[in-house]
């Protein structure tokens, strides 16, 4: 009678994922959560879920309003260079100056990584950056999910969604009903690219032949070509809100993202109104001249595409844009005023020379 030995054990970690590296990743980003705390969070991972006071907030008629994102192909470029450190600031900004548009002030963000093999300092860089992130928009990161998912992305590779939730008193939700013809348009100056458009920036930097180590082929302070197209995209919550609190009329906010200014500001027009532009009223950062010049793209399909040096356009009254746009450079932006709103029914954005 012949007999047969029985399989060794399968188990987790043989299939790839290594429960072990995980939750030694947990102990890691402890206290960077910690850091986040804020009036309604006192921060601590491990629970099912995370908890919000909102009440400790001190609203009286609040509307919550929430977003999520990613961050697109630009972690491609983190993960090529090696560099990790401020690809979580992205995912936070894209969440948190979308809540702001609406007059929200950002409460908590959770996140969720997913890798092909968990690099458990690779995550704590990216972990710290989303820390980073939650921290200069004031917001508790109160949780968050990381996937180990080998067969579905690469062992290197990686991807990132956020998730926040901010809260506006029901009477200063954004934009208003009283936009008007002779509104002034403010545009905030961006950090770069920000978090749109990188597939197109990939191709072309693939098609100059260019490395990520390689210097910029442009002006900057960076000396790798990775490094400048890493910029963080520049979050504008702490101005913004400063600017609301201290009572200063804005009509209206629109974060500059896929679309760009062509797209994103007639999402916060009435009808029959129109934002009109002028070109020459701010410069456009070095990268964004290298990017029209390697692609050979027009004005018209560079402005639907990259936010050309604008990130955040407020809307309001003619009477209040000095002081709005003296409290925003107080606060540290660099403010262009760009135009004005206009009776149009087109409800779009008209350039001007």
Known sequence: ??????PPPTTYADSGVDIDAGNALVKDIGPLAKRTSRTGADVALGGFGGLFDLKA????DPVLVACNDGVGTKVKIAIEAGLHSTIGIDLVAMCVNDLVVQGAEPLFFLDYYATGKLDRETARQVIAGISDGC???????????????????????YDLAGFSVGAVERDAV????????????????????HSNGYSLVRRLVSQSGKAWDDAPPFASEHTSLAADLLRPTRIYVKSVLSALRDGLAIKALAHITGG???????????????????????????????????SGINDAEMLKTFNCGIGMVVVC?????????????????SVSRLGHITDDASQEVIYDA
């Not at 009678?1 to 029985?6: Q, T, V």
């Open 260 to 294: 760009g200014l062509t797209e994103n500001i007639p999402r916060v027009l009435p009808d029959g109104k129109a934002a009109r532009i002028k070109l020459s009223s701010w410069q456009r950062p070095g990268v964004f001249q290298w990017l029209q010049q390697e």
């Open 1 to 6: 009678m012949s007999s047969s030995k029985s």
């Open 135 to 157: 921290v200069e928009a004031g917001c508790a990161l109160i949780g968050g999910e990381t996937a180990e998912m080998p067969g579905l992305y690469a062992q290197d590779d």
């Open 57 to 60: 907030c001190g609203f009286k």
């Open 174 to 193: 954004l934009p208003r009903a009283d936009i008007a013809v002779g509104d002034v348009i403010l545009g905030l100056a961006s950090n770069g690219i």
């Open 317 to 333: 009254s003619a009477d209040a844009a000095d002081e709005l746009q003296a409290h925003l450079e107080q606060c540290g932006e």
